[in-house]
């Protein structure tokens, strides 16, 4: 475990709560909801509301977080500024990969009906697997269902090549946990050169990459990319997390015609939201300094 990853552990969850509110809409499907639309109505951003939850081990969990899926379709209705996203651990991988199919394929049938279209997250490298085989069997029956690649991974080149031929939404990021250096890159700059290479390669296999980023020069960069493939700027999307501070470029990009769709998450119960909050404070570094200066304060105070 890194050092910053060790100070993050100990933040009190209190403080964790208190960081997290910009990143997170709330604890109610309604004010996901209000969060999703309120981008929509004043700066016509688009949305993928995410239930925060991962690594459920129980059935009664799973059961709930399918359950809040749906009622959280019922609620949102059909509509044109959101999407779902969803992670496998969340949804039953703990009984194997079918049951895991069988849960997130009701949660399809059911945004089917009203054109929501869904994402299947990518986790750490030991689900990348069945990530991708559920992907692909359910996106025969359910082509706008879409998947994450994380261009960290060596593997990635290749699991694009796999999927020739789908024409899939695929959400192309660096990916946002630290994997062995036999499996995958670790320099941050080399990822997201690696990133860019993989944008183009989606786009000349004819997939709609969705490029999820808040680094604006490989964003820019990826802009160029499909510019120079001459795609029309409906063959792919930007998407960012909500709660990262960037409004003006957002606004920039969705003037410029691009469309611009943020993640937003949400949980009924703060327990399920404590892993997800505690990535986005690792992720930022002045507040993860922060924190670490002050629990390091407080401990030699203490003694
Ligand atoms: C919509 C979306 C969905 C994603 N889905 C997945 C997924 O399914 N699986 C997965 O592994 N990863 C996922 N990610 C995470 C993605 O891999 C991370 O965004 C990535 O690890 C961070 O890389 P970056 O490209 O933003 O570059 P970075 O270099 O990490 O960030 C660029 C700049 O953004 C700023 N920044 C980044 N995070 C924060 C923050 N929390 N607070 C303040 N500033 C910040 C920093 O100042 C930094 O300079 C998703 C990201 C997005 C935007």
Same mark, same amino acid.
């Given at each position: ?28 499907? =309604? ?15 688009? /949305? ?9 081990? $129980? ?5 709930? /977080? ?16 959101? $999407? ?41 490298? $030991? ?8 992907? @692909? ?12 690649? =994380? ?10 090549? /796999? ?23 670790? /320099? ?113 105070? @203490?003694?």
């Amino acid at each position: 475990m890194g050092f910053k990853k060790f100070f993050i552990n100990l933040t009190p969850s209190p403080l964790v709560k208190l960081f997290a509110n910009p990143y997170v809409a709330g604890d109610s499907i =309604q004010a996901a909801i209000d969060a999703a639309k309120k981008f929509w109505d004043e700066r016509h951003l688009c /949305s993928t509301i995410d239930l925060l939850g991962e690594e459920l081990q $129980s059935d009664e969990e799973v059961q709930y /977080s399918a359950d809040v899926y749906k009622r959280l379709i019922d609620a949102l209705g059909s509509q044109e500024y959101s $999407s779902l996203s969803l992670k496998p651990t969340q949804l039953g991988s703990h009984r194997g990969t079918e049951h895991c199919k069988k849960v997130i394929e009701e949660i399809i049938e059911r945004a089917e009906l009203d054109n929501i279209k869904v994402t299947l997250d990518m986790e750490d490298s $030991s689900f990348t697997d069945m990530t991708l085989d559920i992907f @692909r069997a359910l996106h025969r029956d359910y082509p706008t269902f879409g998947t994450v690649l =994380q261009s960290r991974l060596f593997r990635t080149d290749d699991d694009i090549k /796999s999927l020739r031929g789908l024409n899939a939404r695929i959400r192309i990021c660096i990916g946002i946990y630290n994997e062995p250096e036999k499996i995958a890159l670790q /320099s941050k700059p080399e990822m997201k050169k690696k990133m860019l290479d993989q944008v183009e390669l989606l786009l000349k296999e004819g997939h709609y990459p969705e490029i999820a980023s808040h680094d604006e020069g490989v964003i820019r960069e990826a802009l160029n990319i499909a510019e120079r493939l001459n795609m029309k700027k409906d063959r792919y999307e930007v998407q960012m997390l909500m709660g990262v501070p960037m409004q003006a470029f957002q606004d920039e990009l969705i003037q410029n015609g691009i469309l611009v769709r943020l993640y937003v998450p949400f949980a009924e119960k703060w327990k399920f939201a404590i892993a997800y909050c505690k990535r986005r404070l690792a992720a930022n570094p002045a507040m993860a300094a922060y924190i670490v200066k002050n629990i390091l304060h407080k401990t030699a105070g @203490r003694r």
